[in-house]
């Protein structure tokens, strides 16, 4: 089933409550099985640089078929995927707070959440992903 603008909402709403929770303004992306953006929300005083990081940690989730926190201990100096934060223009990112929306064993899409400490934007994360 493809990630619907609905679902992404859906998904969004979940994460933004966490982040007002925590009380970090967040930015939060939600692409579909083909890395493309379906909707994307940034709070009240998020970063700017949160726009590209959630959207691209929602693509890079996609794109490996992981969390991007399993992508960075995989993309370390001596890890089997060293470098890989280099792909896809410098795309993929290697740290925490992107996940894959699975169905049925299969990803058909990701989520991104940016605006705090890569343990914040996890849990945002997570909140999100639940809400799948």
Not at 33 to 40: F, Q
Not at 67 to 87: C, K, N, S, V
């Amino acid at each position: 089933m493809p990630v619907t603008l609905e679902t992404a909402r859906r998904l969004i709403e979940a994460a933004k409550e966490k982040a007002l929770a925590l009380g970090v303004p967040m930015v939060v992306a939600v692409v579909d099985a083909g890395g493309n953006l379906v909707a994307l929300d940034r709070q009240d005083d998020a970063l700017l640089v949160s726009l590209e990081l959630a959207r691209d940690k929602a693509y890079s989730a996609v794109a490996v078929k992981t969390d991007t926190a399993t992508i960075g201990r995989l993309a370390q100096p001596g890890a089997e995927l060293f470098g890989l934060g280099r792909a896809s223009g410098g795309r993929i990112v290697t740290f925490g707070g992107g996940l894959p929306l699975v169905e049925n064993g299969k990803v058909v899409g990701g989520i991104g959440v940016s605006g705090g400490s890569v343990a914040e934007d996890t849990a945002c994360a997570t909140a999100g992903q639940n809400a799948f």
